[in-house]
Nanobody, 127 residues
Framework: QVQLVESGGGLVQAGGSLTISCAASGRTFSTYALGWFRQSPGKEREFVAAISLSGGNSDYADSVKGRFTISRDNAKNMVYLQMNSLKPEDTAVYYC????????????????????WGQGTQVTVSS
């Protein structure tokens, strides 16, 4: 089992950058595929980015491709989401998620595949 705690959210102006983090408990962090999802008021939670066990494979939603970068540090049990060129429509609560995966290149873009979730961190982008 793994527990996830997000941090680093805040208020940023449009065009700015922000990096949010997710700290995971447990000794088997490197066996989990990880993902970032977000939810805006009145909208369903949506996929943002995912990364494989090894960190060598990743996937992004079209809306963030080229602006956001997901990364992980297995030695520190951390996953990050670097967000550049932020837009007001990026405003949301951002959640990290984890799922045990069988292969080092496995990642999941479907939120239904994830077993563990953090409590979320608010990101607000002002225009």
């Amino acid at each position: 089992q793994v527990q996830l705690v997000e941090s680093g959210g805040g208020l940023v102006q449009a065009g700015g950058s922000l990096t949010i983090s997710c700290a995971a408990s447990g000794r088997t962090f490197s066996t989990y595929a990880l993902g970032w999802f977000r939810q805006s008021p009145g909208k369903e939670r949506e996929f943002v980015a995912a990364i494989s066990l090894s960190g060598g494979n990743s996937d992004y939603a079209d809306s963030v491709k080229g602006r956001f970068t997901i990364s992980r540090d297995n030695a520190k049990n951390m996953v990050y989401l670097q967000m550049n060129s932020l837009k007001p429509e990026d405003t949301a609560v951002y959640y990290c998620a984890a799922r045990r995966a069988p292969y080092r290149n496995t990642y999941y873009s479907d939120q239904a595949r994830y077993d563990y979730w953090g409590q979320g961190t608010q990101v607000t982008v002002s225009s």
